[in-house]
């Protein structure tokens, strides 16, 4: 009888071993939550294609918040939803703004123990539900869009937020965010850029989450799904123009572009496993057709061996808990 040269199941004959030859880890750290804060509302609400997760009054929030850096998780990114959009988002940098008084209220609350994140995007604020300014033809102007960033930028930093997260897509954002942040005097904000972010059918359950009021979609600045090559080349211009930390979202149907933009940068990069994402886990788990937490850490830790730093997700607190 012949024996196998190699045999790789030694490796894997019992759970000490297992663990201790594991070659990806997630750690409680590496998991930020996103979290929604609503004005005007007196009690949370639940968010009905996203089981388990609300919109927020603040102090909700606050308590939210707390529970996070209990858990060890390592930052918390704030979308705000205002009672009033208007044509340019001009919640979006007012300083007395639901977004802006959540920041400020969490960097008070847990400044220390979490990274405090703010989402900067026009998109909740307007009343039209797209990224940016409108042109006269109803397009996304790009440059208009910039200078609104840059206020939205300041608003957010003089609010407190340690990182900004730049999800709007437009052309220049990180350069026109760096040199409105620098010539403030915040030189030690973050920012990280959404790089590659694709419009896609996984964002559903998150426009319920945030009342979008858009018509239409945004395929004008969101890439096309079928681009990779685009998709690194977005994360170079982003660390060029002074990214410290890029994003891909979402995150599994695009593991293969976030293999593709860690081995081509080198800052930290992020994935956003995004509301369609959870919602799919979340209603085959409620079907009985998938183990719950089985496909929540699977999902997870290929997102982390696909070459993600850190990773948006909804379960933040619970898998960071499983970690504990």
């Given at each position: ?97 639901i977004l802006n ?137 982003d660390v060029e ?53 089985g496909a929540i ?28």
């Open positions: 009888m012949t024996f196998p040269v190699h045999r790789p199941r030694r490796l894997r004959q019992s759970p000490a071993v297992r663990r201790l030859m594991r070659e990806t880890h997630l750690a409680p750290s590496q998991l930020v939550l996103p979290a929604f804060v609503r004005e005007g509302i007196a009690e949370p609400v639940e968010i009905s294609s996203m089981p388990g997760v609300r919109q927020h009054t603040l102090d909700s929030l606050r308590r939210a918040a707390v529970e996070a850096a209990e858990a060890g998780v390592g930052g918390i990114m704030l979308f705000g939803v205002p009672a009033v959009r208007d044509a340019v988002g001009s919640g979006a940098d007012d300083p007395e703004g008084v959540a920041v400020s209220a969490l960097a008070s609350e847990v400044g220390d123990a979490l990274v405090v994140q703010a989402d900067l995007c026009l998109d909740e604020f307007t009343d039209h539900g797209h990224c940016g300014v409108l042109t006269p033809e109803g397009g996304v102007d790009n440059d208009a869009t910039l200078e609104r960033y840059a206020a939205m930028a300041l608003a957010q930093a003089r609010a407190g937020a340690t990182l900004l997260g730049l999800s709007g897509m437009m052309d220049g954002q990180v350069a026109a965010v760096r040199e409105a942040l620098e010539s403030e005097g915040f030189v030690d904000t973050i920012v990280m850029a959404y790089s590659a972010k694709y419009a896609g059918a996984f964002y559903g359950p998150f426009r319920e989450a945030v009342d979008s009021q858009l018509k239409g979609d945004r395929r004008t600045y969101q890439m096309d799904p079928g681009n990779a090559r685009e998709g690194v080349r977005e994360a170079v211009i123009e002074g990214a410290d930390i890029v994003m891909v979202k979402p995150a599994l149907p695009y593991l293969d572009v976030l293999a593709d933009v860690r081995a081509a940068v080198d800052v930290p990069v992020w994935a956003y496993q995004v509301s369609g994402e959870y919602a799919m886990i979340e209603a085959a788990s409620a079907n009985g057709w998938i183990d719950r937490r850490e699977e999902s997870l830790l290929g997102i982390r061996r696909a070459g993600a730093d850190a990773i948006l997700t909804y379960w933040a607190v619970e898998a960071a808990r499983w970690r504990r």
